[in-house]
């Protein structure tokens, strides 16, 4: 963040997300006049009207970009009914790839749906390239000089994401055109906090009474978007600024995994490989019954009487009954499971509510589960208030769990555009990323280094020999910072000086580890990750260059700098976690 660049016109935010994506900016003229005078975009895809778009993506033959979102769902299903799709590349909720990879790679390969592959980093930065194309279009409306060195971009990322991940999706940033000092990395639940500090009461279901985002006020968010459920503890800073009480937590618990039930359910009815010849054969029709099925998601609530109705193609009981030689309507009947619970009625389907709402059971209750162990927790005990934001937190039944999993003195606050916190709340981040005033190391962090070996303290399989003839121990856990520790943003900057092994060495290189123990010994302990590498360029000879190595902690991504004591001049230093 020391090297973001002050002098912009406007910031835009780009929320890439697991099922959808979006962008939002305002000017600074804005921001001053109203925090919250922000701009978005409406996608329509079919009967969907959304402020987001699908997360799908199409390349032609020569892996060239072809169409994006909601555009790209519809031409590849209009290929698919020619037959002519097979040539394409077309990829839809891969954002999930990136989650708890601790060993991502650049060179790291994608699957597209029919398992040819391409490059991760091309398809991400593809996506990221569209969305702020877009944007520049759309900002060039008002403001027709807007050049893209005016803008800060805010890119978000969940905040249980690891620090490989972030660097992937900040390169992939960059490949995309955005430069390295006009780019900040926002977390989600962090930019849902600052969206909704800005709403009016009124606009906060459940804070009707009580004040939750007063100086000194705790509070959960609970972050429950399409892959991920994010879950942070903040506070309210006397001077209104906010901290982090609780390193994230969370899982792969979001709105998608609703669909994957949805879609292991018709696999149950008809078989996976007619849902499979639907998706290759008929693809429209496939994609309509999940747009279908999104909209009956967002409004399914429990203790609902009627029978929940999805439009389904002709198409899928045609597939059925050549592979069986009968109806599905009279297949389902036969199913004593689901006999007078689910039935066949031309191009629908009708499930009795207990059907409709068994598909929402694992991830709601995985959700509930996690956020109860967290209370139990001595740190939350006095956290009184959940904030629930993003679109699966629109879901009233994944409410009424959370609500019966939590304890009665909980109150609940959901913001209205519960999907929409994440993205307005990125554009405040963006016009003051110094808000957030302190941070929680979600894991110890170190260097492998070595130090003079002591016989029967040190393994004897770690010890080597230097060139100057002294016995050293090696691979050693040269701690920096710790699990769960604060960190202030410019306060816990961690400075440990180095110097060579050898005299003619032109670089000092460490491989960089996290590990969630708090004392890790030796980066070979069992909870111990190599996460990368550091450089730092050294200059002169002998073993007594001193290197100071400045690990910059308490922003959403880790800064490295380096320093010759001797001279005090800055080396140069890479921090490498992609290989």
Not at 185 to 202: F, W
């Amino acid at each position: 963040m020391s090297k973001l660049k002050d002098d912009f016109l406007l910031v835009a935010a780009i929320d890439f997300g697991t099922a959808f994506s979006g962008y939002a900016f305002s000017t600074k003229e804005d921001f001053k006049a109203n925090p919250l005078q922000i701009h978005s975009n409406t996608w329509i895809g079919g009967t969907l009207m959304s402020l987001k778009t699908s997360t799908c993506i199409m390349f032609d033959k020569d892996k060239k970009f072809y169409k994006f979102g909601f555009e790209a769902e519809d031409a590849y299903s209009e290929l698919a009914e020619d037959d002519k799709h097979k040539d394409y590349y077309y990829f839809r909720r891969f954002k999930m790839e990136l989650f708890n990879r601790l060993k991502l790679k650049r060179r790291f390969m994608l699957d597209d749906v029919m398992g040819k592959k391409m490059p991760a980093i091309d398809v991400f930065s593809a996506c990221i390239k569209y969305l702020k194309d877009h944007l520049l279009d759309q900002v060039r409306k008002p403001i027709p000089d807007a050049r893209e060195n005016d803008i800060r971009w805010v890119l978000t990322v969940p905040a249980i994401w690891n620090d490989v991940a972030k660097q992937f999706m900040r390169e992939a940033a960059e490949k995309a055109g955005m430069t390295d000092e006009n780019l900040l990395i926002a977390l989600e639940p962090e930019a849902a906090s600052l969206c909704c500090r800005h709403l009016p009461m009124s606009a906060l279901k459940g804070s009707q009474t009580f004040m939750p985002f007063q100086p000194n006020t705790k509070y959960l968010v609970f972050d429950a978007g399409g892959g991920t459920v994010d879950i942070t503890v903040h506070e309210v800073t006397s001077s209104g600024g906010l901290k982090e009480m609780y390193a994230a937590t969370g899982g792969d618990w979001g709105g998608t995994y609703v669909d994957k039930a949805f879609r292991l359910f018709l696999a149950e009815l008809c078989g996976n490989d007619v849902m499979a010849d639907l998706e290759a054969t008929q693809t429209a029709d496939y994609i309509d019954i999940f747009r279908s099925f999104e909209i009956i998601k967002r409004k399914f609530s429990p203790g609902m009487q009627d029978k929940v109705t999805i439009k389904v193609p002709s198409a899928l009981n045609d597939i059925f009954k050549a592979k069986h030689g009968k109806d599905l309507k009279v297949h389902i009947n036969s199913m004593a499971e689901y006999k007078g619970k689910v039935t066949w009625m031309g191009d629908k389907i009708r499930l009795e509510p207990a059907v409709a709402e068994s598909f929402f059971k694992d991830a709601c209750e995985k959700a509930a589960s996690h956020l109860k162990n967290l209370f139990s927790k001595s740190e939350l005990r006095d956290v009184k208030t959940i904030l629930m934001v993003r679109g699966f937190a629109e879901s009233v039944l994944l409410q009424r769990v959370i609500k019966d999993e939590t304890s009665l003195d909980k109150k609940i606050i959901i913001p209205n555009d519960a999907g929409l916190a994440i993205l307005k709340g990125a554009v405040v981040f963006g016009h003051n990323p110094l808000i957030i005033k302190e941070r929680r190391s979600r894991y110890t962090y170190g260097v492998g280094t070595s130090i003079l070996f002591k016989k029967g303290t040190h393994p004897e399989a770690n010890k080597i020999t230097g060139n100057d003839g002294k016995e050293y121990c090696t691979n050693i856990f040269g701690k920096h910072v710790e699990i769960g520790q604060e960190l202030v943003f410019g306060q816990n900057n961690v400075v440990k000086s180095y110097t060579p092994v050898n005299a003619d060495q032109t670089q000092i290189g460490f491989r960089f580890f996290t590990s969630t123990d708090k004392d890790p010994m030796y980066v070979t302990d069992p909870n111990c990750t190599d996460i990368g590498n550091l450089t730092v360029d050294l200059a002169g000879s002998g073993t007594d260059r001193s290197v100071k190595v400045n690990m910059i902690f308490g922003d959403t991504e880790l800064h490295v700098e380096a320093v010759e004591v001797a001279n005090g001049k800055k080396s140069k230093c890479v921090l490498n976690f992609l290989g």
